[in-house]
Structure formats: C-alpha cells, structure tokens
C-alpha cells in the first residue's frame, strides 16, 4: 500500500498565478479530505468528498479555491489567483469513515511570492 | 461549535523522565477523539482513537486516556525518538464528519 500520494512536494510560484495541487487516495477509502496547516491556524479542513461528491466546503476561504475528484482515485484543489497569503502545507487525507483514523499525505508544501 | 484545546504548547523533557500531554475538548455527541503524531516535513501520523469515557489505549510508551471533557497522551520513558509535534481531534455528531484538530503540543526529548 503506497499510502496517500500528493504532488507536488513543493511549489513555489508567483502572485496571481494557477496552481494545482494533485491528490492520490488509498484505494477503497471513500472519504478524501484536503487541509491546510499554517502555524498560525494549524490545520483546517477545506473540503471533503464522499464517494467523490463534495460534502463540506464551507472551509475553503473564497472562491479563488476549487477542488474536484473526478474519480475514486484522484483529487485536485485549484488556487487561482494565488496570492502570498495562500503559503501554506496543503494535505490530502483519506479514510474508510468518517470516524475512523485518516491517513495523511505527505503535504505540498506551497509558496507564493 | 466544537473545540479542541492542547496543553502545553510546548514540552522539553529528559530521557525517560516521564509526562502527560492534555487535550481538552467540546463537542456536541462525541463519535471519536484521535491523537497523530507528526514529524518536522511530514503529515500527521494516526497514533489512536477513543470512544467513550473511560477508555484507554497503548502504544509503546504512549498512552491515551479519554473523559467526558478532556484527553490525555500520556508519554512513559520517553526515548529522543519521541519528540515531534502530537495533535488531538474530535470528530462530533453535529459536524457531518470532520475532524476539528487541536494546535498541537510539541515534545522535545533530550537525550
């Protein structure tokens, strides 16, 4: 079992451009989260689908962001414009159920300038 | 709306000397409280999950406590191995299923 697999690892880019961040899930797992962490807020929840239909997303700070998971085995979140204050490790979970123990990814680590 | 608040935020300790880490928590209907471990670069490591008051669980060193209001990590011998940063989370009835995360406390083990 490979785990979650995000990519990037890292992503530096400038103010006002699009960045992608790509999300693998364990196979089987029907919950996908996506989280930021900062040191500031810690980590918060964005969104997260079930069965690849977006249930919450009352995290995601404004419509710059947009995630979609068009299949069981891959999910985007979408920044545009990216601006400085978007710096932040963004993770991608996964997890049978709900209440159940999420696997983390390793996190993108992303950097606007 | 649920809660979750982690003490100290900051711990240093000797090797072996061992301590307790706090979650305390507020949420209506409890379904689960889990504590991760993270390292510096890395995502959050699951550790365990706790039901109900009154349960425990053990990992090694570790062990966690549950009660109606808070949590407990309980770190016994700690080795340098040990040190990261250990977060707490609830996951409530009311809030269709996420997990609301602590800020953490973060474990220094001096060897």
């Known amino acids: 079992d490979a785990g979650v697999i995000q990519s990037p690892r890292h992503e530096v880019t400038e103010m006002g451009q699009e960045v992608t961040l790509r999300c693998k899930p364990i196979s089987g797992h029907d919950y996908l989260f996506w989280y930021r962490q900062t040191m500031m807020r810690g980590l918060e929840l964005l969104i997260y689908?079930?069965?690849?239909?977006?249930?919450?997303d009352s995290g995601m700070p404004e419509d710059r962001f947009s995630a979609k998971m068009p299949n069981a085995s891959f999910s985007t979140l979408k920044i545009q414009p990216s601006e400085p204050r978007d710096s932040a490790v963004y993770f991608c979970a996964s997890s049978l159920k709900t209440y159940y123990g999420y696997t983390f990814g390793s996190g993108t680590r992303l950097t606007v300038v | 709306e649920d809660q979750v608040t982690q003490s100290p935020e900051a711990l240093r300790l000797q090797e072996g000397e061992s301590s307790s880490l706090n979650c305390s928590y507020t949420v209506s209907g409890l379904r689960g409280l889990f504590w991760y471990r993270q390292d510096p670069g890395k995502g959050p490591e699951f550790l365990f999950t706790?039901?109900?008051a009154g349960e425990e669980k053990e990992k090694e060193r570790l062990k966690a406590t549950l009660t109606k209001k808070e949590s407990f990590l309980h770190i016994t011998a700690p080795k340098p191995e040990d040190s990261a940063t250990y977060l707490c989370?609830?996951?409530?009835?009311?809030?269709?299923?996420?997990?609301?995360f602590g800020q953490g406390t973060t474990l220094q083990v001096k060897p």
């Open positions: 989370a609830v996951h409530g009835s009311g809030n269709t299923g996420k997990l609301i």
């Open positions: 706790l039901y109900s």
């Open positions: 689908f079930n069965n690849n239909v977006p249930i919450d």
